[in-house]
């Protein structure tokens, strides 16, 4: 039983396009939210963090957060193949502080 | 800013061996953390570390031993390798397990069991 949902489990999108990943965690005791982006044969490098409910934007990327629902959505704007990876959904556990990772969406930016 | 070294960057080893990883990191962080990534999935966590000298066993640690030899490094020991074993190793440290403390990976050691 997966503790953090992640879909779909892959997407394409044509280049200039929107791509909008989900992210749900079935364990109530979370607090922070972290998505994280993985290149192929790269180390996940953090790219947003949200624990408020509502949406912050940084450049192309949006993150929105429903805490009644523990749903976190990512939205990417303007897609670039630079964007094709793994997109990671972690949240952290209140009381513990550690984070459990979703098996991620595999996002292809078709040109 | 800093970086998370972690050695060897490919391991290949017997069914039963003992395999060692290594980890540095120079960011001056209080908490380490390693995780397996199985193929195109999600990373799981083994062990991490609050502190020097502390260890504390994550979701998947059996299998698995940990040190933490001073603040700046941090291994893993395979105890016992298993045959077809594949996976992807990720050291990662943070200043702490604040909630705003962001995790940053090394580039992770990749096994192979024979």
């Known amino acids: 039983q997966q503790k953090v949902q992640q879909s779909p489990e892959s997407l394409i999108v044509p280049e200039g396009g929107m791509a909008s990943l989900n992210c749900t965690s079935s364990?109530?005791?979370?607090?922070y939210f972290w998505w994280y982006r993985q290149h192929s044969g790269k180390s996940p490098k953090m790219l947003m963090?949200?624990?408020?409910?509502g949406e912050k934007e940084e450049g192309r990327f949006t993150v929105h957060l429903n805490k009644a629902s523990l749903h976190t959505s990512l939205h990417i704007r303007d897609s670039q193949p630079s964007d094709s990876a793994l997109y990671l959904c972690a949240a952290r556990g209140t009381n513990t502080g550690k984070l459990t990772f979703g098996d991620g969406t595999v996002l292809t930016v078709k040109p | 800013g800093g970086i998370i070294t972690q050695t060897p960057k490919f391991l290949i080893g017997q069914e039963g061996q003992k395999l060692t990883l290594k980890c540095q990191q120079n960011f001056n962080h209080d908490t380490m953390y390693w995780y397996r990534q199985d193929s195109g999935k999600g990373l799981r966590l083994i062990y991490y570390s609050i502190t020097e000298n502390d260890l504390q066993k994550g979701d998947l640690s059996e299998g698995y031993d940990a040190s933490r030899e001073k603040k700046s490094s941090f291994s893993l020991t395979v105890t016992s390798a298993q045959k077809n074993e594949m996976a992807v190793f990720l050291c990662a440290s943070s200043i702490g397990l604040l909630n705003y403390a962001e995790q940053f990976f090394g580039p992770g050691t990749r096994l192979t069991v024979l």
């Open positions: 963090s949200i624990f408020s409910n």
């Open positions: 364990d109530r005791n979370v607090d």
